[in-house]
Structure formats: C-alpha cells, structure tokens
C-alpha cells in the first residue's frame, strides 16, 4: 500500500490580509491486490471530513482522489525456474 499527496493553494487578499483562499488535495492511494477499490475511495472521503487541518480552514479543500490496485505478485514459480 503507497500514498501519496499534493497540495495546490489559492492566496488572496481579502480585508488588507493575504491569506489562503482555496486548495486542492490530489491523493494518489494504491491498495493491494483484491481491495475493494470502492470503499478505499470512500475511506479517503471520510478521512478527509474528520481532518482536524481540514476543519480548521475558512474555506472548503477540494478532493481529487485516484485509487488504482497494486499489480497482484507473482507467484514464486513464475520468476524462479524450475527445472
């Protein structure tokens, strides 16, 4: 299992004050083999709404969530040759 992350941020001036206005999250999850792709997604959703940052913020992140399956290994015998 991997994860990976990248912000991008929006800074504006409002009232005199420089400050952050927006962001967008791109997460890049990869589960094992035979994850259910779906409920990854939305583990990553929930996780998101119970950030304590995330709730801290005066605007809403935005999510841009990719989940992809880890390549199923191979077996021992198909990369050791048996003669």
Do not use: I, Y
Not at 30 to 55: F, M, Y
């Amino acid at each position: 299992m991997s994860l990976g992350c990248d912000v991008e941020g929006t800074l504006d001036r409002l009232d005199h004050v420089t400050q952050f206005t927006g962001c967008t999250l791109r997460v890049r999850l990869t589960v094992p083999a035979g994850t259910d792709e779906a409920q990854a997604r939305r583990l990553l959703e929930k996780a998101e709404h119970g950030c304590l940052v995330t709730n801290s913020l005066k605007f809403a992140p935005r999510l841009e969530a990719e989940v992809a399956s880890a390549p199923a290994p191979e077996s021992v015998a198909a990369w050791h040759q048996v003669d």
